[in-house]
T-cell receptor
Framework: DQQVKQNSPSLSVQEGRISILNCDYT??????FLWYKKYPAEGPTFLISISSIKDKNEDGRFTVFLNKSAKHLSLHIVPSQPGDSAVYFC??????????FGTGTRLQVFP | DGGITQSPKYLFRKEGQNVTLSCEQN?????MYWYRQDPGQGLRLIYYSQIVNDFQKGDIAEGYSVSREKKESFPLTVTSAQKNPTAFYLC????????????FGPGTRLTVT
């Protein structure tokens, strides 16, 4: 049973435009959410996170929105840059000492 | 420079052989984790350890074994019992108090033929 879902396996966006990556979850006990960015043949790197007591967190070009009633979070990247091309993983945590990862969305930013 | 080291980057083995993947961290983190990534899938937890000489099974522990004799080291052995061992293996670590913020190593690509 997939508790964290990223239903779009890929996304293609023009440079300078906004990229929106989506993530849905089923477990209402999750209290912390994270986005990781991963390049091929490398480990994921932490990008941005949000606590369940907030609905928005912003860090430079990256903003994460959390809608608890819909059990949905999204990552906005604006403006998108070619270096943002990577696989983005959504992850959730519920105090069980384990992160639950989504399947990832491959973002391609083209000129 | 603090970080997580995984070696080797690429590893090739014949079917039926056990193989051990190395993971070392100098971040002074208490917790360490092993994940497996397959194409089109997320990261799946194999084993994790929060303290020396103790570890717990993750979601896909069958066919794997680990040890945690030192805080800095958490080697993973892929045994011949693992039915589909070819994958990209990632090691991570975190503070116990912030186990949601995990730092990952560069990964090891294991190919078994």
């Amino acid at each position: 049973d997939q508790q964290v879902k990223q239903n779009s396996p890929s996304l293609s966006v023009q440079e300078g435009r906004i990229s929106i990556l989506n993530c849905d979850y089923t477990n209402s006990m999750f209290d912390y959410f994270l986005w990781y960015k991963k390049y091929p043949a490398e480990g994921p790197t932490f990008l941005i996170s949000i606590s369940s007591i907030k609905d928005k967190n912003e860090d430079g070009r990256f903003t994460v929105f959390l809608n608890k009633s819909a059990k949905h979070l999204s990552l906005h990247i604006v403006p998108s840059q070619p270096g943002d091309s990577a696989v983005y993983f959504c992850a959730a945590y519920n105090n069980t000492d384990k992160l639950i990862f989504g399947t990832g969305t491959r973002l391609q930013v083209f000129p | 420079d603090g970080g997580i080291t995984q070696s080797p980057k690429y590893l090739f083995r014949k079917e039926g052989q056990n193989v051990t993947l190395s993971c070392e961290q100098n971040l002074n983190h208490d917790a360490m984790y092993w994940y497996r990534q397959d194409p089109g899938q997320g990261l799946r937890l194999i084993y994790y350890s929060q303290i020396v000489n103790d570890f717990q099974k993750g979601d896909i522990a069958e066919g794997y074994s680990v040890s945690r004799e030192k805080k800095e080291s958490f080697p993973l052995t892929v045994t011949s019992a693992q039915k589909n061992p070819t994958a990209f293996y990632l090691c991570a670590s975190s503070m116990i108090t912030e186990s949601y913020e995990q730092y990952f190593g560069p990964g090891t690509r294991l190919t078994v033929t």
